[in-house]
């Protein structure tokens, strides 16, 4: 049994300009078409399981009204046929029909348990489902499709039903984040966007009327080529002149600017009334324009415009603060419309970092007797000689990190990074020192000022040493890196700063990742998945497996690169730890403590596999090489190459 989530959709920006853009297929000089589209709060919970038929169940009073229970065999003319009916179920019959005919997969029973999605008002409820057994079949039949591949199959599969939906309504396979969605020809491109500030959206059916197919029906006259000056302009609106608002757009989130982006959306609005309505009667939106000139709902947004296709189907507004978006939503409902928040919070950047220096270093003794293996001194490329814990110190530092929990074995340990990072250099030696240096002794002392100590009396694994930094992390994203093992980034950006930026695209549990040769997987944890982007630098991890043997691996652990070959992926060192990760190590050490096993080790593995298994987790192919300190053949190969 599976439990899914798929949420619907709304437009923020770039109305229309999916299905333009699909028309550089026959004229280069169009612009591509670019939308900036999220998910939203309300949405379809299911449990899906496998089942030798197609069957769906409702158990959600939202659509007790139009729902019977339905069941079909997996036969593809017997789906087909319930896909062109226009029943109810036509849009997940089309979707299952595409999955027996390509993928020859069994059934899926999904039963729908809650619903919170108000369907038939511009949100894309139809993609949602759509989206939703897709993911079905791909979650349960291990299909290995990325989060486009779903939402290519449930357009194909809208497609095979009398709709004619456009390409950015399954935006909803990628969840409740804004994402910019660029349309050219048959080329499809999603990236996340950074949002720096909490963004709330109040959107509402107007509870009116619109003609999608006549408003469609119109607009495409004018395309693939513009016979006057009108259509020239529809061009434009929905091509370069979209591009530049959809830029300013994206700017104004990452940058925090509320205002702007509220007064950007007025300002769409205002050309998509000049150049696209006059060329559908069917665009005229009088419900629409009386609440977009409201003065209450001026004073409680800082702007607004319509939604999807347009005309007097649904409106959106960015409202000012929590209060005025709640007092816009009663505001609307007051009116005899169906108003819904939308909440964007902003992805926290990374501005804490753990590394557990904890363990004695067994496979380096008898130097580990004189000296922790954090201290070990490693030539560096600019001539100095540093201690492998200043190394990561200051790579941390480069990337912004602000604080940094040290997790120690004992309370003892603590002097040797006390007197290294926080007791000034004698004046003896300080003046042997040249300047350069002297200035270099300054940084030092700065960095012991971010430090912060916890200890691991009782060793009982990784995890557990992770886990004692909980009170640290205080419910915020962390870095984690490995305190005896190196990074040197092969960018002008540092490997955390790239974990860090990704981060904050993604919003996940993230693990940094690099390739290794089959005849070695036998030595690391192997992750498995797919490819989020076309670069194979995004891995939407499926499969974590401890230290499989080769020929399993081979099998089953592969991941296809450029030229179709298979690789094998390894943690690369660096981890992005969510606030889930402590919340499941805790459950980990109490389970363990209640079963009376205190000495049981805790591992960070066993805990990351199940966040990932609820709430997903990205693997990054990070820019740089890694180097591993804990072993002698190691060490040698750092001393050797670090400084190069």
């Not at 509220?262 to 769409?268: C, K, Q, S, V």
């Not at 490997?495 to 919003?507: D, F, G, K, V």
């Not at 606030?579 to 079963?595: K, M, R, S, Y």
Request: include cysteine; hydrophobic fraction near 40%; proline fraction near 4%.
């Amino acid at each position: 049994m599976v439990n899914l989530f798929v949420p619907g959709r709304l437009c923020l920006f770039g109305e229309h300009t999916d299905w333009a853009g699909h028309y550089r297929t026959m004229n280069a000089d169009i612009m591509p078409g670019a939308s900036i589209v999220t998910g939203i709060e309300q949405g379809i919970y299911a449990e899906v399981e496998k089942s030798s038929i197609f069957e769906m169940y409702s158990d959600a009073p939202e659509i007790s009204q139009e729902w019977s229970d339905f069941s079909c065999r997996m036969n593809e003319a017997e789906l087909k046929s319930v896909a062109k009916s226009g029943s109810f179920f036509c849009y997940c019959a089309g979707v299952a029909s595409y999955m027996l005919e390509w993928y020859k997969v069994g059934g899926v029973r999904i039963r729908i348990t809650h619903m919170t999605l108000p369907m038939k008002s511009g949100l894309s409820s139809s993609a949602a489902i759509c989206v939703l057994v897709a993911r079905a079949f791909n979650q349960l039949y291990q299909l290995n499709l990325n989060t486009l591949g779903e939402m290519n199959i449930a357009y194909v599969g809208e497609l095979r039903t009398s709709s004619r939906c456009g390409r950015l309504d399954q935006a909803c396979a990628f969840g409740v984040k804004p994402n910019l969605m660029t349309f050219d020809g048959d080329e499809i491109e999603v990236k996340a966007l950074n949002v720096k500030k909490t963004l709330r959206w109040v959107f509402a059916d107007l509870c009116a009327s619109k003609d999608t197919i006549k408003i469609l029906s119109d607009l495409n006259k004018a395309y693939p080529f513009a016979s006057n000056e009108a259509e020239e302009n529809l061009h434009k609106a929905l091509g370069e002149w979209n591009q530049e608002i959809v830029e300013r757009a994206i700017s104004y989130m990452a940058e925090g600017d509320v205002e702007a982006l509220g007064r950007l959306m007025t300002e769409a609005e205002t050309m998509f009334d000049k150049y696209v309505v006059p060329m559908s009667h069917a665009l005229e939106a009088p419900r629409l324009h009386q609440i977009l000139e409201d003065e209450r709902v001026k004073a409680l947004s800082y702007g607004g415009k319509g939604v999807g296709s347009h005309g007097d189907g649904s409106v959106q507004f960015l409202a000012r603060d929590a209060e005025s978006q709640q007092q816009l939503i009663d505001y609307l409902n007051a009116l005899g419309m169906r108003a819904y928040p939308l909440t964007i919070h902003p992805v926290h950047t990374v501005r804490k970092a753990i590394i557990p220096v904890a363990g004695f270093g067994t496979r380096l003794y008898p130097a580990t007797r004189a000296l922790k293996k954090d201290f070990f001194p490693i030539p560096c490329p600019d001539g100095m000689v540093r201690p492998v814990i200043l190394i990561l110190l200051e790579e941390l530092v480069r990337s912004g990190i602000e604080e940094i929990c040290l997790v120690l074995g004992s309370e003892e340990e603590r002097l040797l990074y006390t007197e290294f990072f926080e007791r000034p250099l004698s004046e003896e030696h300080l003046h042997k020192l040249n300047t350069e240096a002297q200035d270099y002794e300054n940084r030092i002392l700065a960095i012991g000022k971010r430090l912060r100590y916890v200890y691991q009396h009782e060793k009982r694994g990784f995890g557990h040493a992770v886990y004692q930094a909980a009170e640290f992390a205080n419910n915020e994203p962390v870095l984690l890196l490995l305190g005896d093992t190196l990074y040197r980034t092969r960018t002008n950006k540092s490997c955390a700063l790239q974990m860090i930026e990704e981060y904050e695209r993604y919003n996940q549990l993230m693990v940094s990742i690099h390739p290794v040769p089959l005849a070695e997987v036998s030595h690391y944890g192997i992750l498995s998945g797919v490819w989020e982007d076309k670069e194979r630098t995004i891995l939407n991890v499926s499969v974590m497996h401890e230290k499989p043997k080769a020929s399993y691996a081979e099998e089953f652990l592969g991941v296809r690169n450029a030229e179709g070959q298979r690789e094998y992926y390894s943690v690369f060192g660096q981890y992005i730890l969510t606030p889930d990760v402590f919340v499941q190590l805790e459950t980990d050490i109490q389970n363990a403590d209640a079963e009376g096993d205190n000495t049981r080790e805790i591992e960070l593995t066993s805990a990351l596999e199940a966040v990932r298994k609820k709430s997903g987790m990205m693997g990054i192919r990070l820019q740089g090489d890694m180097y591993d300190m804990g072993n002698p053949k190691a060490l040698r190969r750092c001393v050797e190459e670090f400084a190069i």
